[in-house]
């Protein structure tokens, strides 16, 4: 397992602001963004969003988070603020008809616990003819029906995605190239995109922060979207090299291989080469469609997913909103559910050998690590109070076998508990 | 842009209180620009950015007046303003494409327009003179 150092981000989070600073100074040192400011859309605007956001619960040893990526997460009895809130400044520079490029820095609570900057988007985009687009540099992959992105509370109805279903996807970023073909059809907007590059991101699980610096992130989204009606069909894959995820445990299990009786030594010699073995490719299809008429607006979506390195798994979930629009106020319901089931990995090491306890607990925390069956319901309401500012009031009920999401009082996966969550949030864009 | 986007905040409310409309708004265009009418699936995906092109393929600039989007938005595609700003919201913030440009009143999208070939812009019928061409009529309620 491969912890961060502070060291290592500080220096990756340095050279990312200056890939972005030189995007914008490119685009802002051009002569038509020097020139026309405020005409036909040339030059430099800046923009951004935030949320600022309280949640709430009385759970005992429980920890409730949003993200995968997440340390920390809500306890009982605290007002927690670091679970939604977020701000995010972005620049884009229009240099003319066909080049553009845009930066967007995020500041959240990242998986160390820490308020920290990063680059969540950062990219040179170059058009040659409206219906076509292709963009290289720090990019988002396809998953949020809603966003785009999970940090832009503002495009949600609700306070937060789906966390059963979009808190574990959380390798959502890549440095690489996507292209967008699009044209209208019929009522509405028919696209196609193409992405894939260097996988970024991480997640925290069983008390160690993984990333996969050495991965590649695939995918593909076809979309129609109209005013009444959008459907939209994703499917990514992100492939590891087999470079081992696990190298610490996949030698302990080797060392005592020749201490055991031959048919378990057989047995951890199969899971330390299922460790260390093939290639590991994470694979997920969405298909997702949003419906309005009037007032109301509909949304559901579910998502399929598999990994088939060890630890392995097979996994699905569902989300779902229903929601009225009455003038400022729009009331809503929502329900998601995600299950993770990881593969049979059988290892009956002995339980009368204390000295490999050890052994015994990392295996159990490794194949428990992704491990998630829970649903939630949640109910709320979202109050534009202004132009471009909405308060949003939400209650979640969580009900969890298992869960990879949640987290307890020492900051590792929990089995069967279940917790509500209170939320209090406020959106902006400027 | 900053500092139009929070005046929009705080007094948004109060100019669209105070708004004083004609019975219609209507999309104009510059008169060498070819465009002599345009339907309403078209003024809906040139004002909702799902396409940048005109009907013969030049790359359109879209103005709105922040008084106007309101009503123009409810009576084009029978949404809430916070809806169009949260659709918006998704739009720019994942990099895909930028909204109108606001101006301060239609007297300055009608100037816009008048100078430039390729730009619509939305505003009131009562904003207009003989620089622009009316290719889309919106009556309202």
């Known amino acids: 397992m491969r912890g961060l150092e502070r060291g290592t981000f500080m220096r990756g989070w340095g050279a990312r602001a200056w890939v972005a600073v030189g995007l914008l100074c490119w685009g802002a040192a051009s002569p038509a963004a020097q020139e026309d400011v405020a005409g036909a859309g040339m030059g430099l605007r800046l923009s951004g969003f935030g949320t600022l956001a309280a949640s709430y619960h009385d759970a005992q040893d429980t920890q409730f988070r949003a993200r995968a990526d997440q340390r920390e997460g809500a306890q009982a009895g605290r007002l927690e603020t670091g679970i939604d809130s977020v701000l995010g400044v972005q620049a884009d520079v229009q240099v003319d008809a066909r080049w553009s490029s845009m930066a967007q820095v995020v500041v959240r609570k990242d998986g160390k616990g820490e308020w920290a900057p990063r680059l ?28 785009d992105s999970p940090h832009v509370g503002y495009a949600y109805t609700t306070v937060r995605p789906y966390t059963d279903l979009y808190g574990q996807l959380s390798f959502d970023r890549f440095d690489g190239v996507d292209l967008r073909a699009s044209a209208v059809v019929g009522e509405g907007e028919l696209s196609l995109k193409l992405y894939g590059g260097r996988t970024r991101g991480e997640d925290y699980r069983g008390g160690h922060l993984f990333r996969r610096e050495a991965s590649t992130t695939l995918g593909a989204t076809l979309q129609w979207e109209s ?31 020749p201490l055991l009786p031959p048919e378990l030594a057989a047995q951890a010699g199969a899971r330390a080469a299922e460790m260390e073995g093939r290639n590991s490719n994470l694979s997920y299809v969405g298909l997702g469609v949003t419906w309005r008429h009037g007032p109301w607006s509909a949304q559901l979506l579910g998502v399929d997913a598999s990994m088939n390195r060890f630890p392995g798994f097979e996994g699905w979930g569902v989300g779902s909103t229903l929601a009225y629009r009455a003038g400022a106020w729009k009331p809503f319901l929502a329900y998601s ?25 990392a295996y159990a925390l490794a194949t428990g690590l992704i491990a998630n069956d829970q649903y939630a319901w949640g109910v709320g309401v979202r109050y534009d109070l202004m132009p471009n500012a909405a308060l949003k009031l939400q209650l979640d009920r969580i009900e969890a076998k298992r869960s990879s999401m ?3 009082g020492s900051g590792t996966s929990v089995g069967p508990r279940g917790v509500s969550v209170f939320t209090a949030a406020l959106d902006f864009v400027f | 842009m900053i500092t139009r986007r929070l005046v929009s905040m705080l007094f948004g409310s109060l100019a669209l209180a105070g708004a004083v409309f004609a019975d219609e708004l209507v999309v104009i265009a510059h008169p060498a620009s070819g465009v002599v009418a345009l339907e309403r699936t078209q003024v809906v995906h040139l004002f909702l950015g799902r396409t940048r092109a005109l009907p013969f393929g030049e790359r359109a600039t ?14 084009l595609v029978r949404q809430e303003i916070a809806e169009v700003d949260a659709y918006w919201a998704r739009l720019r913030f994942s990099g895909r494409t930028q909204p109108p440009q606001l101006l301060e009143d239609g007297a300055a999208a ?7 070939p390729h730009a619509l812009a939305a505003v009131a019928s009562a904003d207009i003179d003989e620089r622009v061409r009316v290719v889309f009529r919106l009556p309202l309620p």
């Open chain 2, 62 to 75: 879209i103005y709105e007046v922040d008084a106007y989007r309101a009503p123009f938005y409810r009576q």
């Open chain 1, 227 to 257: 005013t009444a009606l959008a459907m939209r069909l994703a499917w990514g894959q992100v492939r590891t090299p087999g470079d081992g995820l696990m190298p610490r445990l996949a030698g302990a299990l080797r060392e005592i291989a």
């Open chain 2, 110 to 116: 009608v100037d816009r327009v008048a100078a430039e």
């Open chain 1, 337 to 361: 559910r995600g299950m993770l089931t990881p593969g049979a990995r059988p290892l009956a090491l002995p339980a009368d050998q204390a000295e490999l306890a050890p052994i015994r607990a």
């Open chain 1, 406 to 408: 949640l987290l307890d």
């Open chain 1, 120 to 147: 969540s988007w950062g990219f040179v985009k170059y058009s040659p003819t409206p219906g076509l687009e292709l963009r290289a540099g720090r990019l988002g992959v396809d998953i949020y029906l809603d966003g």
